[in-house]
């Protein structure tokens, strides 16, 4: 008797976890949401358009990692250590980098290097790019690293990367479009060689007058 009324007591409990368990795989995983950093390192192949380029559909690659990122674009690399609040900027087709420079203000993570910075997102829906789910939200924040005060559209992985960028950003006084379209992405362990001045590059001299970094 006692243990048919033991088995009868634990029942409801069991088939509560089962439930439970059950409705969350029903549910599946929570949307991503652009104002939390990615959650994985990856590469993503992208094109640009923004006010400052003097061209249609700049290529530009992103090497991302938690707290260490490369930007390529245009044939000068940036390489950000957000832990140092240093940025690097080189050119490897002529093997040569300038001297770290600090950060203009200290970030928390990488987002304003590789997508926007969101400040308010509003979920409209899912669909699908690059063979991924994404989720596109309405936003409002900045975008890129100068900041640019940003309103419109980003489509957002399950890792909260952010694959397309659409909508108008405000430059000197002017508001203009800008577009963040995608190639290619990779989820993948980066190379920590990537994230560092190979050993072969030589620094390059003030008195060179060349490229001069600013934040």
């Known amino acids: 008797m006692t243990k048919q009324s033991s088995r009868h007591g634990h029942g409801p409990i069991v088939v509560s976890a089962m439930l439970a368990v059950c409705l969350a795989a029903w549910q599946g995983p929570a949307a991503a949401d652009p104002r939390i950093a990615p959650t994985v390192q990856y590469v993503l192949d992208v094109e640009i358009t923004r006010p400052s380029d003097h061209a249609i559909n700049v290529p530009a690659r992103y090497i991302y990692t938690e707290r260490r990122l490369r930007i390529e674009l245009v044939g000068i690399v940036t390489l950000v250590d957000l832990d140092r609040k240093l940025k690097t900027v080189m050119i490897p087709r002529v093997r040569t980098y300038w001297k770290p420079t600090a950060l203009k203000k200290p970030a928390a993570d990488g987002r304003m290097w590789v997508g926007v910075e969101a400040a308010s997102a509003e979920e409209l829906g899912t669909e699908t790019m690059l063979d ?84």
Request: charged share 20%; hydrophobic share 40%; aromatic share 10%.
């Open 132 to 215: 991924r789910t994404v989720t596109k939200y309405r936003v409002r924040g900045t975008i890129f690293d100068d900041q640019i005060p940003f309103e419109g559209f980003v489509w957002t992985t399950a890792e909260n990367i952010v694959v397309k960028v659409e909508g108008t950003g405000r430059y000197e006084g002017f508001t203009s479009p800008i577009k963040v379209n995608p190639v290619q992405l990779t989820v993948v362990p980066v190379d920590a060689a990537l994230l560092a001045v190979p050993s072969i590059y030589v620094r390059a001299s003030a008195s060179e007058g060349g490229y001069h970094p600013e934040d």
